[in-house]
């Protein structure tokens, strides 16, 4: 077997695993644009990694934007992209928390990040200035689409998740571990594990990582903070008819932000 690390340094098998929900995801986003902010065709994914979204945003006719900090996923995200795709979509290399593109100011009608990629973001600041940021760039009426789990500080037992899908010949089975919650430090140990075994391949890329960690409230004070209100909540099963309410049992949890007006 051989051992690797860094699983964004192999964006088919990232996508095997959590790349099976896309045009249910864009679907998802059209119709929070249309029922919330101004169902308008400018996008903009911040941490796009390999473009799934970019390339089913761009099929539809949208004007997409993307960026990430991985060149490895930006190079996957560029050699999938059809000519008609490319002339619809842009792509940058940057972190979330400096990404600030001028001709952009103001004119982004629907920004989104689906999968708790903004818990990378390690400090208050660092977070602040990311959703600052994309507040800049959006439109008076548009949403920033932002889904991540919260965190229950009382959880007395680590969390796993598994997922098993298939890269042609290859097999793939991802194994993710959440550790217990550290309250004063704002952050959970994180590990993921994507085995890999086909012809002539028997991989274990390991990963490991700290997610920042928020309460509901917590979450709440940072978007007040940014100059964002809550325009609606739902969780990751996507239902626009089935919003979530505050104070909600479930910790998957999909925001709709919006420019505070006042």
């Not at 903004?118 to 994309?134: N, P, V």
């Not at 008076?140 to 229950?152: K, N, S």
Request: with cysteine; aromatic share 10%; charged share 30%.
């Amino acid at each position: 077997m051989e051992k690797r690390t860094d699983w964004y340094e192999h964006p088919e098998y990232y996508e095997a695993i959590f790349g099976t929900d896309t045009v249910r995801e864009v679907d998802f986003l059209q119709t929070l644009s249309e029922r919330h902010g101004t169902g308008g065709k400018r996008w903009l994914e911040p941490a796009c990694g390999a473009g799934r979204l970019v390339a089913e945003a761009a099929s539809r006719g949208l004007q997409v934007v993307g960026y990430d900090i991985s060149e490895a996923m930006l190079a996957h995200a560029r050699k999938r992209l059809t000519p008609a795709q490319r002339r619809r979509a842009k792509l940058f290399q940057s972190r979330m928390e400096a990404f600030a593109e001028p001709s952009l100011e103001g004119r982004v009608d629907l920004a989104h990040n689906l999968v708790s990629t903004f818990r990378y973001l390690d400090s208050e600041a660092a977070a602040l200035a990311h959703l600052e940021g994309t507040r800049r760039l959006l439109k008076p009426q548009g949403i920033y689409v932002l889904g991540f789990h919260l965190t229950d500080y009382a959880r007395e037992k680590p969390e796993h998740e598994r997922w098993v899908g298939r890269v042609g010949r290859d097999h793939v089975v991802c194994n993710t571990h959440e550790g217990l919650p550290e309250r004063r430090q704002r952050r959970s140990p994180m590990r993921n594990r994507l085995r890999v075994t086909g012809p002539g391949k028997d991989w274990l890329i390991e990963t490991t990582w700290y997610f920042r960690t928020y309460s509901e409230p917590q979450a709440r004070k940072l978007f007040r903070a940014a100059g964002l209100r809550i325009a609606a909540a739902y969780d990751f099963d996507y239902d626009v008819e089935s919003p979530v309410r505050r104070g909600s049992l479930r910790l998957d949890r999909v925001f709709v932000l919006q420019p505070d007006a006042g």
